[in-house]
């Protein structure tokens, strides 16, 4: 039982970050595909740091891990700046730009990893090793039953994760430019009638969702892949997107969808090792998220509102 | 510069493609006067204001605020004049409450625990209760925007100019969406506005209101100014025959109904909406060759479902609706047009026009599958479409920049009512069915829409007319059916029947 809760969280608080950076964009109005391609991107240069800063092997640095957080926040952030000029500045197709940002992001990376290990470190490797975070317990609330789980073996970036995502919350419903934001998202005509820049207020929409698709990229490089590789392109950024969706663009529900999503993932394994199955089952696992948003598109759906103006290209002049 | 004008617009041109929306207007605003400016549709009158409020900028001329020569070049701009408008789509966000709306872009800020900034959300609420308050705008702050009716909206409108301190406050047909009640609590409202000491500007095309609330009122005709009136001292039929350019007769000449065999019988018909809920309860009645049928009734009762279901845009939950003696009640829309309905729809740009597509395809839109459009293996001849276009841009008067291939979205609302009308008159179906088809026009295009339904009933057609204008419903039907909630409770001869009696059953105040 704990097994579950504790791999749960720690599958579950990456995607949330990650959807937190799709309501932000999709918030303001622009429809955001790219959170894969982001978390990818984002994962790739904060494994770059590390590898540039101490080497292949990996390394037990807290400080490099932490820039390596902050590094990954950057690399999302850039590289979303792409999908913020072809959206805002070209007033291209949102679903177009993000699919491309996805496919671009797999191939430039899994380039460049290999570029870099092949000159830096003279290794034909298509990977970055990073190894697994270290992680910690809580005294005292960890002995708690069933509750204490929470606080057992929890990967620092887990608390990282909580602590953005209350800023995120904070500003988003209660600064003005979440205000703004949220506007923009049901009818950007009324805000630039106020006297905002609706273009200004999405790119910086869209950078957040990079930055925060970069957290959730790296912490699923520093856990469940312990590398970055093409392997880190296995679909977890369209799971956030499914999360918001499911949390109907809102942050607490979305919070809610994740934590479905990673506790449906890890009793599904608790469930294959206590039958003894072979581990061709685990793959039959890693389905069950997926599945899972079937079923739930399929009840959710009609409760579901979109932000109004959700990938409507901005037109000044038109009424 | 005599300091008397607020506002001096002087020799103003604006051209846009293939038309002169100003030419060499020149206009001086009074402080604390309701200024009019009256003009047919595409007039120029939206055009004047847009640049007064920076949203275009004049090719020539210069503009005077206070005495000052000014730039306008945008409305943030305008807005730091103290200049305000409100426009005929608003620009609202439907998911905010009404006090986030009207504060949005200067919100007051708290700080919390000393360093967060935040919305204060409060302060935002008293503050827009006492302004509103202090106009006789009375709204609650806290409710949602999508939750309360198109009147409150407009307060909140009226209210974002006033938090934003505007002197001058531009309104562009303000009652094209309300009911009468509305229509005067606003006029009111204005008037108010003046008392305080704002200067107002109204766009309309409506005559009564000016005359109602106006003091001065510039008459505008294919973006030329043809005079300026003191209203107190000009009657509505001077200011119709200025505005249209010609003599313009209010009645209709009718001559006396003949109806003919049943056209158009509906059978205790019940439409639902989405939420399964009866929009349409349980309505029989007939429409005959060379009847005008109306359906009077306050906007929401049912009556636009009715039409959509006869039409075949939505679906008939139980009852029947049969053309000419056979059941069309499930037929495809396609069928139901070649058996015989014209249908000009309430949303013309969502249902009534391609709004990317050229004028002359939009002409053609109900029939371009048919010979002489449609050649055999389905070629289309576009010559044949020109020829067509050519010969109801004619007919209709239908003004464009770009004649028949104008594209229909940069036409005005007039315009393509025009062009819609057109095009299913030329049908020539038995049943035509009118919804509102002259919301949004001007008297001078009112009257000819009015001379053509009475023509085509003339003629021998069955009209089945839906309006929410009383006026218009009194000078055409023969028939007066009310609708009230769903029901029509009461039909009767329009000879009958009086307008105030119409009213009171529109109004449920009244039933059998």
Same mark, same amino acid.
């Given at each position: 039982?704990?097994?579950?809760?504790?791999?749960?969280?720690?599958?579950?608080?990456?995607?949330?970050?990650?959807?937190?950076?799709?309501?932000?964009?999709?918030?303001?109005?622009?429809?955001?595909?790219?959170?894969?391609?982001?978390?990818?991107?984002?994962?790739?240069?904060?494994?770059?740091?590390?590898?540039?800063?101490?080497?292949?092997?990996?390394?037990?640095?807290?400080?490099?891990?932490?820039?390596?957080?902050?590094?990954?926040?950057?690399?999302?952030?850039?590289?979303?700046?792409?999908?913020?000029?072809?959206?805002?500045?070209?007033?291209?197709?949102?679903?177009?730009?993000?699919?491309?940002?996805?496919?671009?992001?797999?191939?430039?990376?899994?380039?460049?990893?290999?570029?870099?290990?092949?000159?830096?470190?003279?290794?034909?490797?298509?990977?970055?090793?990073?190894?697994?975070?270290?992680?910690?317990?809580?005294?005292?609330?960890?002995?708690?039953?069933?509750?204490?789980?929470?606080?057992?073996?929890?990967?620092?970036?887990?608390?990282?994760?909580?602590?953005?995502?209350?800023?995120?919350?904070?500003?988003?419903?209660?600064?003005?430019?979440?205000?703004?934001?949220?506007?923009?998202?049901?009818?950007?005509?009324?805000?630039?009638?106020?006297?905002?820049?609706?273009?200004?207020?999405?790119?910086?929409?869209?950078?957040?969702?990079?930055?925060?698709?970069?957290?959730?990229?790296?912490?699923?490089?520093?856990?469940?892949?312990?590398?970055?590789?093409?392997?880190?392109?296995?679909?977890?950024?369209?799971?956030?997107?499914?999360?918001?969706?499911?949390?109907?663009?809102?942050?607490?529900?979305?919070?809610?969808?994740?934590?479905?999503?990673?506790?449906?993932?890890?009793?599904?394994?608790?469930?294959?090792?206590?039958?003894?199955?072979?581990?061709?089952?685990?793959?039959?696992?890693?389905?069950?998220?997926?599945?899972?948003?079937?079923?739930?598109?399929?009840?959710?759906?009609?409760?579901?509102?979109?932000?109004?103006?959700?990938?409507?290209?901005?037109?000044?002049?038109?009424? | 510069?005599?300091?008397?004008?607020?506002?001096?617009?002087?020799?103003?041109?604006?051209?846009?493609?293939?038309?002169?929306?100003?030419?060499?207007?020149?206009?001086?605003?009074?402080?604390?006067?309701?200024?009019?400016?009256?003009?047919?549709?595409?007039?120029?009158?939206?055009?004047?204001?847009?640049?007064?409020?920076?949203?275009?900028?004049?090719?020539?001329?210069?503009?005077?605020?206070?005495?000052?020569?000014?730039?306008?070049?945008?409305?943030?701009?305008?807005?730091?004049?103290?200049?305000?408008?409100?426009?005929?789509?608003?620009?609202?966000?439907?998911?905010?409450?009404?006090?986030?709306?009207?504060?949005?872009?200067?919100?007051?800020?708290?700080?919390?625990?000393?360093?967060?900034?935040?919305?204060?959300?409060?302060?935002?609420?008293?503050?827009?209760?006492?302004?509103?308050?202090?106009?006789?705008?009375?709204?609650?702050?806290?409710?949602?925007?999508?939750?309360?009716?198109?009147?409150?909206?407009?307060?909140?409108?009226?209210?974002?100019?006033?938090?934003?301190?505007?002197?001058?406050?531009?309104?562009?047909?303000?009652?094209?969406?309300?009911?009468?009640?509305?229509?005067?609590?606003?006029?009111?409202?204005?008037?108010?506005?003046?008392?305080?000491?704002?200067?107002?500007?109204?766009?309309?095309?409506?005559?009564?209101?000016?005359?109602?609330?106006?003091?001065?009122?510039?008459?505008?005709?294919?973006?030329?100014?043809?005079? &300026? =009136?003191? %209203?107190?001292?000009?009657?509505?039929?001077?200011?119709? @025959?200025?505005? +249209?350019?010609?003599? $313009? *007769? /209010?009645?209709?000449?009718?001559?006396?109904?003949?109806?003919?065999?049943? &056209? =158009?019988? %509906?059978?205790?018909?019940?439409?639902?909406?989405?939420? @399964?809920?009866? +929009?349409?309860?349980? $309505? *029989? /009645?007939?429409?005959?060759?060379?009847?005008?049928?109306?359906?009077?009734? &306050?906007?929401?009762?049912?009556?636009?479902?009715?039409?959509?279901?006869?039409?075949?845009?939505?679906?008939?939950?139980?009852?029947?609706?049969?053309?000419?003696?056979?059941?069309?009640?499930?037929?495809?829309?396609?069928?139901?047009?070649?058996?015989?309905?014209?249908?000009?729809?309430?949303?013309?740009?969502?249902?009534?026009?391609?709004?990317?597509?050229?004028?002359?395809?939009?002409?053609?839109?109900?029939?371009?599958?048919?010979?002489?459009?449609?050649?055999?293996?389905?070629?289309?001849?576009?010559?044949?479409?020109?020829?067509?276009?050519?010969?109801?841009?004619?007919?209709?008067?239908?003004?464009?920049?770009?004649?028949?291939?104008?594209?229909?979205?940069?036409?005005?609302?007039?315009?393509?009512?025009?062009?819609?009308?057109?095009?299913?008159?030329?049908?020539?179906?038995?049943?035509?069915?009118?919804?509102?088809?002259?919301?949004?026009?001007?008297?001078?295009?009112?009257?000819?829409?009015?001379?053509?339904?009475?023509?085509?009933?003339?003629?021998?057609?069955?009209?089945?007319?839906?309006?929410?204008?009383?006026?218009?419903?009194?000078?055409?039907?023969?028939?007066?059916?009310?609708?009230?909630?769903?029901?029509?409770?009461?039909?009767?001869?329009?000879?009958?029947?009086?307008?105030?009696?119409?009213?009171?059953?529109?109004?449920?105040?009244?039933?059998?």
């Amino acid at each position: 039982m704990s097994r579950i809760i504790i791999d749960g969280l720690s599958f579950a608080l990456p995607l949330f970050i990650m959807a937190i950076g799709g309501i932000y964009s999709e918030r303001s109005g622009v429809t955001n595909l790219a959170i894969e391609g982001l978390q990818g991107f984002g994962a790739f240069v904060g494994a770059l740091f590390v590898v540039l800063t101490s080497g292949t092997q990996g390394t037990d640095s807290q400080v490099i891990f932490y820039f390596a957080f902050l590094f990954a926040m950057i690399g999302g952030m850039v590289y979303s700046l792409l999908h913020a000029l072809l959206c805002v500045k070209f007033k291209a197709n949102q679903v177009i730009s993000g699919v491309v940002i996805n496919i671009l992001a797999m191939a430039l990376t899994a380039f460049l990893t290999k570029q870099v290990n092949k000159s830096v470190f003279n290794q034909p490797s298509d990977k970055f090793q990073l190894g697994v975070s270290s992680r910690f317990t809580v005294p005292v609330l960890s002995d708690i039953p069933v509750v204490g789980a929470v606080f057992t073996n929890v990967y620092p970036f887990e608390v990282i994760i909580i602590v953005v995502a209350v800023i995120a919350w904070f500003v988003l419903y209660r600064s003005r430019y979440g205000l703004h934001l949220r506007a923009c998202g049901d009818n950007p005509h009324a805000v630039d009638a106020a006297g905002r820049n609706v273009g200004k207020i999405r790119t910086v929409a869209i950078m957040v969702s990079g930055a925060l698709s970069g957290i959730g990229g790296m912490c699923f490089a520093y856990s469940i892949s312990a590398q970055f590789s093409e392997s880190i392109y296995v679909g977890y950024g369209y799971l956030a997107i499914a999360a918001m969706i499911f949390g109907n663009w809102k942050i607490l529900p979305t919070l809610g969808a994740c934590l479905l999503f990673g506790f449906a993932r890890s009793a599904g394994y608790q469930i294959v090792q206590v039958l003894e199955k072979p581990s061709s089952y685990s793959d039959l696992v890693m389905t069950l998220p997926y599945i899972l948003t079937l079923l739930l598109l399929i009840f959710f759906s009609k409760y579901n509102r979109a932000p109004k103006a959700l990938g409507e290209i901005y037109d000044k002049g038109k009424r | 510069m005599s300091e008397e004008y607020i506002i001096e617009m002087r020799h103003i041109t604006k051209r846009f493609p293939g038309i002169v929306a100003n030419d060499d207007v020149s206009i001086q605003i009074r402080k604390g006067e309701i200024y009019a400016l009256l003009g047919e549709n595409g007039a120029g009158k939206s055009t004047l204001m847009s640049m007064l409020f920076g949203m275009y900028e004049p090719d020539e001329g210069e503009i005077y605020v206070k005495g000052k020569k000014v730039h306008i070049t945008s409305p943030n701009y305008a807005t730091k004049l103290n200049i305000g408008m409100v426009h005929q789509h608003f620009k609202l966000v439907s998911n905010y409450t009404i006090a986030e709306n009207i504060i949005m872009g200067m919100e007051p800020v708290k700080k919390v625990l000393g360093l967060f900034p935040t919305v204060d959300i409060k302060k935002a609420n008293e503050d827009i209760r006492k302004l509103s308050e202090e106009y006789g705008l009375e709204v609650d702050p806290t409710q949602v925007i999508e939750k309360v009716n198109v009147s409150i909206r407009q307060r909140v409108e009226i209210l974002k100019m006033l938090y934003r301190e505007a002197e001058i406050l531009i309104f562009d047909e303000p009652t094209a969406v309300l009911t009468p009640q509305e229509i005067e609590f606003l006029l009111q409202i204005i008037r108010n506005l003046r008392d305080s000491g704002k200067t107002i500007i109204l766009i309309t095309h409506k005559l009564e209101e000016i005359k109602q609330v106006a003091d001065r009122c510039a008459i505008l005709n294919r973006g030329k100014i043809v005079d &300026v =009136l003191n %209203v107190a001292e000009t009657s509505t039929k001077t200011m119709a @025959n200025l505005m +249209v350019g010609r003599e $313009v *007769s /209010f009645t209709v000449d009718k001559p006396p109904a003949r109806f003919g065999e049943t &056209v =158009l019988d %509906v059978q205790n018909m019940t439409v639902r909406n989405q939420d @399964n809920f009866d +929009v349409v309860k349980n $309505v *029989s /009645f007939q429409v005959h060759r060379g009847e005008i049928f109306a359906i009077a009734g &306050v906007s929401g009762n049912g009556q636009i479902e009715l039409a959509d279901a006869i039409a075949g845009l939505m679906e008939v939950a139980s009852g029947r609706v049969m053309l000419n003696g056979e059941d069309i009640t499930h037929m495809p829309i396609r069928r139901r047009t070649e058996k015989g309905i014209s249908y000009i729809p309430e949303d013309r740009q969502e249902f009534g026009l391609e709004l990317d597509f050229t004028l002359r395809d939009n002409l053609a839109l109900k029939s371009y599958y048919k010979e002489p459009f449609s050649g055999r293996g389905g070629v289309l001849r576009p010559d044949e479409f020109e020829k067509y276009g050519q010969k109801l841009i004619e007919e209709y008067d239908i003004r464009s920049g770009q004649g028949t291939m104008t594209q229909v979205r940069s036409m005005s609302g007039g315009n393509q009512q025009k062009a819609i009308v057109g095009r299913e008159i030329e049908l020539q179906s038995d049943l035509m069915i009118f919804v509102q088809p002259t919301r949004g026009l001007d008297i001078g295009a009112i009257e000819n829409i009015h001379k053509q339904i009475i023509a085509e009933r003339n003629k021998g057609k069955a009209i089945l007319l839906i309006s929410l204008e009383l006026d218009e419903i009194m000078n055409c039907a023969d028939t007066i059916g009310v609708i009230y909630n769903g029901a029509i409770d009461k039909i009767a001869p329009a000879e009958t029947l009086t307008m105030n009696q119409v009213g009171e059953f529109m109004m449920g105040v009244k039933s059998k």
